[in-house]
């Protein structure tokens, strides 16, 4: 990696002023994604901002939410007992990222931030409704998903906490690439107080995408038989040497149909 | 202290330092001074290079040197060497274009190294390497054999037309033309075999340490043959005398085949480090590993069965395109000819064969042996062929096996492509291969599996494989630049411990434990007091090192004729020491004993004697006991057997799962029942992922796009199956411990029964053949092709 300063702020409102005062500093969270990066030589960043001397770890339940801060690694969601009986599919979620050291490292917070298009959380984002809270505002996670690798936040913004509503239902199952073992399908279904949800990761162009078609045939029946028949238009999915975008769009069938199933 | 000697599942006394942390890698080691070494490399498949600015690098933080190819060859440094060279179908010398060790004018892959730095640390030299200035001009690439051999494709060498580097022969055409005019059918099957990218655990690594005061060389690097390296890099490349190189191939992670070969890194450290006068370290990242570690395989086969009413072969037709990427490397070229096509005879009485390989050049890394080196290659082929030969003729694929083989009082047998296999029973190891898979049972599990939902398949495969290479003279015949004896040095120490010197070398295989069993078994040493010593061309007589599971059949053999030596020397040291003659002396247990009386000496008391001699025959024998043997084998060895492979499909995904995996091997004598299990797993596990995962996949301009872990597949635990090892031995009749060889059986008879059961649980959908890997994609597209469509794939 290219040498780069580094600090750790002890204050929220520290850590935004030295990423505000740098376009050319960058925020580290778990680091899982963003050291190989670094040692790949592909990002050059002047500063890097360690946000783990923030207190911005943590899980409550209150009131038919789960707040978790964005800090918290994965295995502390997948094994904390408040999520697991909230909504246990988030949990399952945690507990399935990557491997077990990644799990130890990687954030919820830099996951959604970094929004990779083969990411699990933000498919739980999305599907759940979260509310991604940061130093300056609360997003919808319907505005924060933007792109591949992109996301509402501006400049030095940074996450400090995911609200997600519990769910009456909801489930994730994935199909992994053989190689990365990153989803090349993974399909987060919720019953929600807003309707049904269906997001799909790993699959789109444009990264996680809700599947609108999948949401409005479960409206009126939340089984895998209400959207055995729903096709997925292959033109707006990637295409690799692990799958075609044909591929993609049939296995977008298989997997939301066997999360709806395991949703019960 | 249990029974330590052949046959005793004695547990690795190298484990230890390898399970804790402790092995001493060629990384690992640090010289005083040491400067570290990036080697800059193209990002092209194949441009032309008008010019590289160096200065600016030259003059980045830490850098000692900046050398390129006009610096090499300045100093007339060669070429790195290939190792064997094949002859055409009309008699000239294959194509054997230049291989400069730094690119000089051109670039011929992704990974062609282009110039070195040299600097304080590491990350230095990686930062000035940013910093030079390469002018590129790219040239369309030819990435692909089909590439390479199309009309007006891209030359990879200019001097080579057409890409070709041999069009060679095995066999009658005429003759085997003419049976096939005449047969009751002809069986045909288009196949290729998969890319693969070796991917040791241990990425290559080489320091070059140059000794100022005496003028002496010595090169650490991860190699399996550090002699071999000592004599083409100091001979062919550097021009270094063998009395101021030495090559030290310590601990090593892992090979299979692609730390064999005499690379570019190893020659720049070492003669770097006689320019900048200071010890050169450079060690591979994975991701370079994956660009400039030799591939395997990759070849592009028509293949064709002749066979009579009944099923009984009559002859083969082969024709194999065999990919050997931009440059030759070390052994590239025997592989698709003489460790290949003279393995097509299997392990049936094909009366004749006939078979045409084009090794062809094509703007990707250099393709050469791979665990199993051609016979994997063969093995598919062949074992693919025989279940379409059972699928066009209705006969039962077992049964049409059975009609085939080379019965088991046939043997010595010479089949028609050149090999005389010395022992076997094929028919054995497929009946126990069948009971131990319970293949009588299998219908009623593709019942029950289908009332999952799954698609449930069974597939056999009786492959046979030529190893412990090789007899030097026969090898030298066929086109080899070396011999193939294997030395070993037996020190009985002056207290009676023990330590074999070998020129085999263990990166993975167990040699320190399987090779101290051979003398605890021989001259009844306790293990403990045994030690084995690889790897140091400093420590070692000689040595063609590892590879081609040669080790113990070879390298073993040496051993035991080094002790046959000791036991007659200490014969004629008991003789003297307790008056009797020497044919009276018996030798067991550690124990010289005078026959028919109990008068005896144990081995420490004859080496004692023979390292303080004082009642001694000085007049007639030297002090001392410690002797060397060099031993040639007299052919090679064949291990073979049945491997049988149960997959499950998921019908709406495509994903296969190997649910059970049956191996029952003929290896010869077995030493450590233990570490032959281990090493067929592992060959197994490898050949697996060749089955189902692994695929180096490049696009047309030559990019690798499988270049990473991220997607490379390696198969990993999940993706295996328990396995299920057994060996059914016949000994091997030539050597003296009838050892086969085990290293790469798992490699070479796995994937075909992982195939022919995936084409097994998708006959319904009219499934005669399926490439290598089977992924999920390729087999979701047969089945939403529906049944009984003829799928290509």
């Known amino acids: ?264 | 202290m249990g029974f330590e000697g052949i046959g005793a599942s004695v547990r690795r006394k190298e484990d230890s330092r390898f399970l804790n942390g402790r092995g001493n890698y060629t990384d690992d080691i640090n010289r005083p001074g040491q400067l570290h070494a990036y080697v800059k490399r193209s990002d092209r498949a194949h441009a032309t290079i008008g010019g590289i600015d160096i200065s600016a690098a030259a003059k980045a933080p830490g850098v000692v040197a900046v050398f390129t190819g006009a610096d090499l060859a300045k100093e007339e440094i060669g070429g790195l060497p290939c190792g064997w060279q094949i002859h055409n179908k009309d008699g000239s010398p294959m194509a054997e274009p230049p291989h400069p060790v730094l690119a000089v004018g051109k670039v011929r892959h992704v990974g062609d190294p282009i110039a070195v730095v040299i600097a304080e640390t590491k990350q230095q030299a990686k930062d000035a390497a940013e910093l030079l200035s390469i002018g590129y001009t790219d040239l369309p690439a030819a990435a692909s054999l089909a590439a390479a051999l199309a009309p007006g494709a891209p030359t990879v060498h200019d001097e080579v037309a057409g890409n070709i580097c041999y069009d060679w022969q095995i066999g009658d055409k005429a003759v085997v033309d003419g049976v096939f005019a005449g047969a009751h059918k002809v069986v045909r099957l288009d196949l290729m075999n998969n890319r693969l990218i070796p991917n040791a655990m241990e990425p290559r690594a080489a320091i070059g340490d140059y000794d100022v005061n005496s003028g002496e060389y010595t090169l650490y690097t991860t190699s399996q043959n550090p002699h071999v390296i000592r004599l083409l890099m100091g001979a062919f490349v550097l021009h270094i005398p063998e009395n101021k190189l030495r090559v030290v191939a310590p601990d090593v992670g892992g090979g299979f085949g692609s730390k064999i070969y005499h690379y570019a890194e190893e020659a720049i450290v070492t003669w770097a480090s006689a320019k900048v006068r200071r010890p050169v370290k450079w060690t591979a990242e994975r991701t370079e590993s994956f660009i400039s570690d030799a591939h395997g395989r990759d070849h592009v086969s028509v293949a064709e069965m002749a066979v009579d009413a009944q099923g009984k072969f009559l002859g083969l037709r082969v024709s194999t395109q065999a990919n050997m990427g931009a440059y030759l490397s070390t052994f590239a070229p025997c592989v698709p000819t003489y460790l290949y096509a003279t393995l097509l005879a299997g392990c049936y009485t094909t009366p004749v064969i006939y078979c045409e390989v084009k090794a062809v050049f094509t703007n990707t890394v250099p393709v050469d042996a791979y665990r199993g080196a051609g016979r994997p290659e063969a093995a598919f082929l062949l074992e693919r062929l025989v279940d379409a030969v059972a699928l066009d003729t209705g006969i039962d694929r077992v049964e049409l096996r059975r009609r085939n083989f080379i019965p088991v009082d046939a043997f010595p047998y010479q089949t028609p492509v050149a090999l005389a296999y010395d022992s076997g029973d094929y028919q054995t190891t497929l009946r126990v291969a069948l009971k131990n898979a319970d293949w009588d049972g299998f219908e009623a599990r593709r019942t029950a599996a289908k009332a999952r939902g799954k698609l449930r398949g069974i597939g056999i495969s009786t492959y046979l494989e030529a190893c412990g290479i090789a007899p030097s003279a026969v090898a030298g015949s066929l086109g080899a630049r070396a011999g193939l004896y294997e030395v070993a040095n037996i020190r009985v120490h002056p207290t009676g411990s023990v330590t074999v010197f070998t020129g085999s070398h263990s990166h993975g295989q167990g040699h320190e434990t399987t090779f101290a069993q051979l003398v605890v078994d021989q001259l009844g040493v306790p293990l403990d007091q045994i030690d084995v010593v690889h790897g140091d061309t400093a420590k070692i007589p000689f040595g063609m090192g590892t590879y081609g599971s040669r080790s113990l059949a070879v390298g073993g053999s040496a051993m035991v004729k080094a002790m046959d030596k000791i036991i007659a020397k200490g014969k004629k040291i008991a003789a003297h020491l307790m008056e009797a003659s020497v044919e009276d002396i018996e030798f067991a247990n550690n124990t010289f004993t005078v026959a028919g009386t109990d008068k005896s000496k144990t081995l420490t008391d004859i080496s004692l004697a023979a390292y303080v001699p004082h009642n001694y025959p000085i007049e007639e024998l030297e002090p001392g006991l410690d002797e060397t043997a060099f031993y040639d084998p007299k052919n090679f060895t064949f291990p073979g057997g049945c491997h049988i492979g149960e997959v499950e499909i998921d019908p709406e995904t495509g994903v296969v799962q190997v649910v059970n995996f049956t191996a029952v091997d003929d290896v010869g004598r077995v030493i450590n029942p233990m570490i032959v299990e281990g090493q067929v797993q592992g060959g197994i596990a490898q050949g697996i992922g060749q089955a189902l995962l692994e695929a180096a996949v490049y696009d047309e301009n030559g990019q690798l796009m499988s270049g990473s872990m991220m997607d490379y597949t390696m198969p990993r635990a999940d993706n295996l199956p328990n396995i299920h090892v057994a060996t059914e031995n016949t000994m091997c009749t030539h050597n003296p411990l009838g050892s086969k060889g085990c290293g790469e059986v798992g490699a070479i008879g796995s994937p075909p029964a992982v195939i022919n059961a995936i084409c097994d649980a998708l006959k319904e959908y009219g499934v005669r053949h399926m490439n290598m890997p089977a992924t999920s994609g390729k087999i979701w597209s047969i089945i939403n092709a529906g049944p009984s469509k003829m799928a290509a794939e």
């Open chain 1, 1 to 264: 990696m290219y040498d780069f300063a580094y600090q750790k702020p002890a204050s929220l409102a520290d850590a935004v002023k030295a990423l505000g005062a740098d376009s050319e500093a960058k925020a580290l969270a778990g680091g899982m994604t963003y050291i190989p990066v670094l040692k790949q030589r592909l990002a050059k960043p002047s500063t890097i901002v360690d946000l783990s001397g923030l207190g911005l770890t943590g899980i409550t339940v209150t009131g038919g939410t789960v707040t978790i801060g964005a800090m918290t690694t994965h295995v502390a969601v997948a094994n904390s007992a408040a999520v697991k009986a909230a909504i246990p599919a988030l949990a399952a979620l945690a507990g399935g990222i990557g491997d077990e050291a990644v799990r130890h490292r990687g954030t919820i917070g830099g996951s959604i931030a970094n929004n990779d298009p083969a990411a699990d959380y933000p498919a739980a984002a999305l599907a759940l409704g979260a509310t991604i809270k940061t130093d300056r505002r609360s997003i919808k996670a319907d505005d924060f998903f933007t792109g591949l690798f992109s996301t509402a936040l501006e400049q030095g913004e940074i996450v400090t906490a995911v609200e997600f509503p519990v769910a009456a239902k909801a489930a994730y199952e994935k199909f992994r690439n053989p190689a990365s073992r990153y989803a090349i399908v993974g399909v987060f279904v919720a019953q929600t107080s807003a309707g049904a949800r269906v997001a799909v990761t790993g699959a789109g162009q444009g990264g996680v995408f809700r599947h609108t078609a999948m949401e409005a045939a479960l409206a009126g029946n939340f089984s895998a038989a209400a959207i055995k028949g729903v096709t997925t238009s292959p033109a707006d999915l990637n295409g690799d040497i692990h799958a075609s975008s044909e591929y993609r769009a049939h296995l977008v069938g298989v997997i939301a149909g066997r999360a709806v199933a395991k949703a019960g």
